[in-house]
């Protein structure tokens, strides 16, 4: 995640502060069922944390109403249950949270660190910086393409990214170190449909929650720098980042809900798990798919190695066993 227009100005890093007891968390949102990518994300947090003697928290991300799918939540809940993805207290869903992130966006609004935008992602999609470029990682210019009108109706608040260098130690990917101010720019907190955006409210409701550690796929690495500057706009403890292989399909493309992956079957749980231990390099031993789920869990807990995934960002399901998991769960 380097980037090559990064200054040496003031670096950060990104580890929990010592001595607070471990807690992860699982944060899907429910845009779909669980599939075999989010399943990944899933295990993997939930060993990290078990082995770590901590708990583990599930979130749900429900930030985004157009994109989520009614009763996707609960079924991603039973999926967990049913596959032994027990997590400790109760579930929080961010929708609830409105308030709070209200409340972080004033925070920084009276501190100066946010700037109204009137900028288009049609607009911002133009722009030659970003051709490649798609979503959140938009890249946005020191001004704005449109000026925002005299209220704030209608328009984004972003954030005021700091020109310096954010480096973090990530457990499973090494060192890393990115400009966020270069590499996408002031960041929206706040969209225009006035829906809070993730990179706000996952930093405002880990801190909530006591959240230590972060486990979770690639795919989010770049994010990361952004939520420690948020982290230490707000005044609130870092974390310690560990991203596992993101899982992509016979052509490259990650596995997503929102891309239609298909969920998990009902059917074969521990052939489901041994799949997941497979694609995450822990090398589960032949016929351990057969074995009642708390054997598997328990070999797992043994065995949990996640120094084994150093350095690997992305991973095909496409072994001759992950494929007969998929083709079960298109049965």
Same mark, same amino acid.
């Given at each position: 995640?380097?980037?090559?227009?990064?200054?040496?100005?003031?670096?950060?890093?990104?580890?929990?502060?010592?001595?607070?007891?471990?807690?992860?968390?699982?944060?899907?949102?429910?845009?779909?069922?669980? $599939?075999?990518?989010?399943?990944?994300?899933?295990?993997?947090?939930?060993?990290?944390?078990?082995?770590?003697?901590?708990?583990?928290?599930?979130?749900?991300?429900?930030?985004?109403?157009?994109?989520?799918?009614?009763?996707?939540?609960? &079924?991603?809940?039973?999926?967990?249950?049913?596959?032994?993805? $027990?997590?400790?207290?109760?579930?929080?869903?961010?929708?609830?949270?409105?308030?709070? $992130?209200?409340?972080?966006?004033?925070?920084?609004?009276?501190?100066?660190?946010?700037?109204?935008?009137?900028?288009?992602?049609?607009?911002?999609?133009?722009?030659?910086?970003?051709?490649?470029?798609?979503?959140?990682?938009? +890249?946005?210019?020191?001004?704005?393409?449109? &000026?925002?009108?005299?209220?704030?109706?209608?328009?984004?608040?972003?954030?005021?990214?700091?020109? !310096?260098?954010?480096?973090?130690?990530?457990?499973?990917?090494?060192?890393?170190?990115?400009?966020?101010?270069?590499?996408?720019?002031?960041?929206? !907190?706040?969209?225009?449909?006035?829906?809070?955006? +993730?990179?706000?409210?996952?930093?405002?409701?880990?801190?909530?929650?006591?959240?230590?550690?972060?486990?979770?796929?690639?795919?989010?690495?770049?994010?990361?720098?952004?939520?420690?500057?948020?982290?230490?706009?707000?005044?609130?403890?870092?974390?310690?980042?560990?991203?596992?292989?993101?899982?992509?399909?016979?052509?490259?493309?990650?596995?997503?809900?929102?891309?239609?992956?298909?969920?998990?079957?009902?059917?074969?749980?521990?052939?489901?798990?041994?799949?997941?231990?497979?694609? !995450?390099?822990?090398?589960?031993?032949?016929?351990?798919?057969?074995?009642?789920?708390?054997?598997?869990?328990?070999?797992?807990?043994?065995?949990?190695?996640?120094?084994?995934?150093?350095?690997?960002?992305?991973?095909?399901?496409?072994?001759?066993?992950?494929?007969?998991?998929?083709? &079960?769960?298109?049965?």
């Amino acid at each position: 995640m380097s980037d090559a227009k990064s200054s040496s100005a003031t670096a950060t890093t990104g580890t929990a502060e010592p001595l607070r007891p471990y807690r992860g968390r699982f944060a899907p949102s429910p845009s779909g069922p669980l $599939h075999f990518g989010s399943l990944v994300a899933a295990v993997g947090s939930f060993l990290e944390a078990r082995t770590r003697g901590g708990q583990w928290l599930v979130r749900i991300e429900d930030l985004d109403p157009p994109r989520e799918r009614p009763g996707a939540a609960d &079924e991603i809940l039973t999926t967990l249950e049913r596959l032994g993805l $027990h997590w400790d207290g109760q579930v929080l869903r961010q929708s609830t949270r409105r308030d709070a $992130h209200q409340a972080a966006l004033e925070q920084l609004l009276d501190e100066g660190r946010v700037r109204r935008c009137a900028c288009s992602r049609a607009q911002l999609s133009a722009l030659p910086e970003n051709r490649q470029r798609t979503g959140d990682d938009l +890249y946005h210019p020191p001004r704005c393409l449109v &000026e925002p009108g005299p209220t704030g109706n209608g328009v984004a608040w972003r954030f005021r990214a700091p020109d !310096l260098d954010v480096a973090f130690l990530d457990r499973v990917q090494g060192e890393q170190r990115s400009n966020v101010a270069r590499s996408v720019g002031d960041f929206v !907190l706040r969209r225009r449909d006035g829906h809070y955006a +993730y990179q706000l409210a996952v930093v405002v409701d880990d801190a909530a929650q006591g959240v230590t550690d972060v486990v979770r796929g690639a795919d989010l690495l770049p994010s990361t720098p952004r939520q420690i500057l948020l982290q230490d706009a707000l005044r609130l403890p870092r974390l310690t980042y560990m991203h596992v292989p993101l899982a992509v399909d016979d052509s490259g493309l990650k596995l997503s809900k929102s891309g239609d992956a298909p969920g998990l079957s009902r059917s074969a749980p521990g052939g489901q798990l041994v799949a997941v231990l497979a694609f !995450l390099r822990q090398s589960p031993p032949a016929g351990l798919d057969g074995a009642p789920l708390d054997e598997i869990w328990q070999w797992a807990l043994e065995h949990w190695r996640p120094q084994s995934l150093a350095g690997m960002k992305a991973g095909s399901v496409a072994t001759a066993e992950q494929r007969a998991i998929r083709q &079960e769960q298109t049965s």
